[in-house]
């Protein structure tokens, strides 16, 4: 893939509000954009709404109401909301009683405003405010816009039972975590996210379980950075924990432990792990449990230990390459993603070869590669110069574009000739007459269908590959 300011006021605020508000089978479109968070809060907001009487529909055209839940990582991510708003404009023509709702984190960053730069818009909510929801459509419903940015200390939307989306019955993703306190200095997400805050560990492992009791045989547990997650007791982390309190915390290698142990058929990923909160505790219990995928994304962002301080990341270079040793050492035969960005402020061509040169001595087997994109409010846009020519972030990007091509091909091509357990996740879209799912190592597998069905496990000898993709037969 190449690609706060927090607001506790309470905007458009429905007043009389009717005791029960019912969709009574309305229908709801739903489209997301941006991380794998965003799109398990999807599955949240349907279902709240499911509850209040709405039904998901796939066909915009049949839809009494459509949501785009968005994404302002970058400024191309909203541009893409932007242009789909214009989609909908045209819908909107020809149905004049259709509610348009802007979600996520693109309506949390702009608020209000959204209603004034998109006439359209009906309802603006952030992500802490989809409790709110079923009151903000009623007034929609009246002709009122409504908005509600609040964000929470506390919201996990613990106690609601995800409506899967697009789901193929095998894989789903939970929640572990919402928000993010990092404040890496080029990122918005703090500010569209707000604190911090883990979700009761009980809750989750409840949740992983019913979706093994379901039929779904892999769930990946999601937070902007799943190594910080910590329950006290409370979702916030406090400050100063006792000894004690912290000897009845609840880590995130114990609950990792936790949801490996609810059935050894479940498969659990995780993402995304932070390098300077990564420890061997969590290596230790993914060494231990054979259902805890050999699969670390863990992203890097820079190979320059002086632009990781103007990131704030919170590491070094050399902190980063000890923490891929220890992977190393305790999973020997882990895979290895990354994030990278090019051309954040000031990074000179040295800083730039640092990243390759990282690249080369961890060969990763998969990236998420992008150019720096200023953002509104951060503390890089406060603080540095965004003076990296456009010209010069597209051909740094594009040479580490080439460069993970090969070691991609390279990781790939390691897999030939051995026998990788894989999940029958479904029918390759390349042939219906194979199926396709992922090894441990998070790689594609493709081989002939024969009498299985999605959701088995099978054991595959990888007899040939493409850049990204083993091909085998089922031993
Ligand atoms: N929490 C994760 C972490 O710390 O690595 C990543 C979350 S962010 C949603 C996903 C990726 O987007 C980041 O790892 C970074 O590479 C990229 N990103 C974030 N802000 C960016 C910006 N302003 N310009 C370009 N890429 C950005
Ligand atoms: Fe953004 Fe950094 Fe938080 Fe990741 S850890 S979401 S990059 S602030
Ligand atoms: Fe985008 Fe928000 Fe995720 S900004 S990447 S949707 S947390």
Known sequence: MIGKDIDESRQGEVLDMPAE????????????YGC??????????????????????TAMADADVIFVNTCAVRDNAEQRVRQRLNDYRKIKRTKPGLIIGVLGCMAERIKSKILEEEKLVDIVVGPDAYRDLPNLLESAKDGRKAVNVILSKEETYADISPVRLQSNGITAFISITRGCDNMCTFCVVPFTRGRERSRNPETIVKEATELFEQGYREVTLLGQNVDSYLWTGGGLKKDNLSKEELAQATSFAQLLEQVALIHPDLRVRFSTSHPKDMNDDV???????????????????????????MMNRGYTREWYLERIEAIKNIIPDCSISTDTISGFCSETEDDHQDTLRLMEDVKYHFAYMFSYSERPKTMAERQFDDDVAEE??????KEIVDLQLLHSAIRTREGL??????????????????????????????FPKGNLKPGDYVNVLATSCTSATLIGKVV
């Open 21 to 32: 508000v019912q969709g009574e089978g309305k229908k709801l479109y739903l489209e997301s």
């Open 36 to 57: 794998a968070m965003n799109f398990s809060d999807s599955e949240i907001v349907a279902a709240i709404l499911k509850e209040k009487g709405y039904t998901t529909t």
């Open 283 to 309: 290596l230790h219990t993914m060494a231990r449990h054979e259902n805890i995928c050999n699969y670390i994304h863990l992203p890097v962002q820079s190979g320059s230990t002086r632009l990781l301080e």
């Open 392 to 397: 010069v972030k597209k051909r740094r990007l």
């Open 417 to 446: 000739g051995k026998v990788h357990r894989v999940l029958i996740e479904g029918v390759s879209k390349k042939s219906k007459e194979q199926f396709f799912g992922r090894n441990s190592q998070n790689t594609t597998v493709v």
